[in-house]
C-alpha cells in the first residue's frame, strides 16, 4: 500500500507539452493580410519618418564644421604679414605646386633669393583673411590647390623668374601681378621679353627728336633752296665780272 502510496499519488509528473504552428510554416515572403480592423489599427499606428534630403549629411558636416571652428589669432598675425607682402610688391607671382622634393624647393627659394625674390605659401583660409574685401580677392580661387607665392621688389623680376622656373618643372606659372594688374603667363612671358622703361623712353626720346629734326628741316628747305639759288648767282655774277676786268688790263 505504500508503495502504492508513494509510486503512484506523490510521485510528480512533468506534462508532455508539443507545440505546432496551426496550418503549417509562415510564408514570410507573402504573409496572410490581416483582419480589415486589424489593418485600419496598423495603418493608424503605422511611423511616418520624413525623407533626409540628399545634401543632407554634407550640410550637417558643414553646420559641424562651422560650429566646432575657433578663431585663431596666429592665423590673423600671418595674414596681416601676407597682405602686407601683396600691398609693398611691385612683382607677384603664383606659382602651383606639384609633388615636388623638400630639399628641390629649397634649391629655387635659393635660387630666388639671390635675385632678392621670396617666396611664401599660405594656406587658402589665411588667404582669405589677407585678401577679402581687397582689391586681390580675385584671386582666391587660386589657392584651391597648393600654390606658392612669389614676392619681387622689382617688375623686371619676371626674368630670373622664368629662367629659374625653366629648371624646375615640378612648379607651375598659374598668373601673376604686376604693376597692379592681374596678368595670365603669356601676359607675363610678353611683358618680360619687352624692354625696361628707361629704355623706352630714350626710345622714344629719340623718335621725337628725329620727328622735330624733320619738320624743322622741312620748314628751312624751300628757304636753303633760295639762299643756295641766289649764292650760286652771286658767285656767277663774280665770276663774269672778273673776267671782264682781266679782258680790258689786257686789252690797255
Known sequence: MSNFVINGLLQCRNPLLAFRRFRGKMNIQRPRQPHYER?????????????????????EAQLTQETRKVENPYEAIVAREARNWFEQSRLVAFLHVNSIRQEDMFKVQVALHRHQVTVKVYGK?????AVQGTKFEPILPLFEAKTALVFGPEERKINQLLSVLKKTPQLVLLAGIVEGRLLSKQELVAYASMPDLTTVRAQFAAVLESAGGKIVSDLQCHQQQLVN?????ARSNEAEQADTTKGKEVDS
Open 39 to 59: 489593418a485600419r489599427v496598423l495603418e493608424v499606428v503605422k511611423p511616418y519618418y520624413k525623407k533626409p534630403s540628399f545634401n543632407a549629411p554634407c550640410v
Open 229 to 233: 639759288l641766289l649764292d650760286a648767282h
Open 125 to 129: 583660409s589665411i588667404m582669405q583673411k
